[in-house]
Every structure is written in C-alpha cells, then in structure tokens.
C-alpha cells in the first residue's frame, strides 16, 4: 500500500490593508493666474505694440498703444483754455465783480476742467497696460501697426509662471475625484498634489 503525499499549507496572517489604483498618463503645467490683455474703452488704430512672446512684464507695463490722431496738441491747447478761465475767474474776484459774473466765470473754470480730464482719460484709454505680472504668452500676430482693433478685442495674452498646476485631459480624467491625492512626477522628482477640479464639479 502506498502512502499517500504530504500536502504542506503556507499560512500568512491576514491584515487590513489599502487597495491601491494608478492611473498614469502625461499631464500639462499650467498657470494658475492668466489673464488677457484688450482695450476696454475704445477701440482705434494701433501705433505700437510693445511686447512679445517670452518677455517678462510687471504689472502696469506698456503692452501697446492705440494711435491718438494729433490729441497731445489738444490737451496743449485745452491746458491754455483753463489758464485763460483761472485767470479771468480770479481778475473778476480782485475786482469785487458783482456775483452773477464771479459765478459765471467760476462755472467756465469748471467747464474747462472738465474737458481737460476728458481728454487726458482718452490718451490713458490709448494705452494698453499689463493687468498682472508674468511672460507674455501670446500676442496676435495678425495684427500689425496701422490695423484696427476693436475694444474688448483680446490682443495679448500674460501668465504668470510661479503659480502653476497640472492639468490632466487623458481617457480616464472622469475616475480623478475632488479632494483625491495625486502624485505628480516632474524632471524625475515626485510631489504630491491634490485634485482641485474634474470635469463633474466645473460650472455650466
């Protein structure tokens, strides 16, 4: 009679553990802080464009500006007319005019003021200035000096390269959850970020 083989178990303790998903694919860095830069308040003509792709901007910076058509000579001409109403105002209050006159040549001081400002806000509105720091992205290459451009028509574009997140557009973002840990690799580095945005919690 032959003796049957020993049949050995290996046995290991069972312990509660983390299950763990990957989900790997190539991502982009983006900036955070982007903004467009246009003309708000008019649109006209472009004298300059000051800027390009890759140069480095503060905020508040000459982007570009719009052709003013001979307005500097105005705002000349329009300084002279208020010096003339300041001093026709302050002849007739030496003189002891009689009050209808000094109200009247008070109210033409304020007219002229007036007309001034509106003019030096139409030669600020001429030129386009950085709304934030950082690099210039894009500048329309369709537009050349001479060529007309509308208000509100986006020209350039600045981001801002120290405020950066990574942006994942693959087959499987839908399986990203808000709040889920991520690591993310870079140069051979890894860091660990957290899901900020999906496709499921973005605004209609």
């Known amino acids: 009679m032959i003796e049957p083989a020993k049949i050995t178990y290996d046995l290991m303790e069972a312990k509660r553990g983390t299950i763990e998903r990957k989900i790997t694919g190539t991502a982009n860095l983006v900036s955070v802080e982007q903004a467009n ?3 708000k308040h008019r649109g006209g003509r472009i004298k300059k ?20 058509d001979g307005l500097e000579s105005q705002i000349k ?3 002279i ?4 109403a300041k001093l026709y105002y302050n002849k007739n209050k030496t003189e002891g005019a ?8 008070q109210l033409n001081v304020e007219l002229e ?9 139409e030669l600020s509105d001429a030129k386009l200035l950085a709304p934030i720091g950082g690099h210039i992205v894009y500048v329309d290459d369709k537009i050349n000096v001479g060529d007309y451009v509308d208000a509100f028509q986006n020209i350039i574009k600045i981001a801002d390269p120290t405020k950066l997140q990574v942006e994942y557009n693959g087959d499987k973002v839908a399986e990203f959850k808000l709040g ?7 140069k051979g580095e890894v860091y660990q ?6 496709p499921a919690n973005l605004p209609p």
């Open 81 to 84: 007319m208020l010096q003339k």
């Open 193 to 198: 970020g957290e899901v900020v945005t999906t």
């Open 180 to 186: 889920q840990k991520v690591d993310v690799k870079v």
């Open 49 to 68: 464009i000051a800027v390009k792709p890759g140069d480095k901007v503060k905020k508040g910076d000459v982007l570009a500006e719009l052709n003013t």
């Open 113 to 121: 003021t007036i007309k001034l400002n509106d003019l030096l806000k």
């Open 37 to 39: 830069a246009f003309f």
């Open 98 to 105: 009689d009050e209808y006159t000094l109200k009247d040549s």
């Open 77 to 79: 001409q329009q300084k």
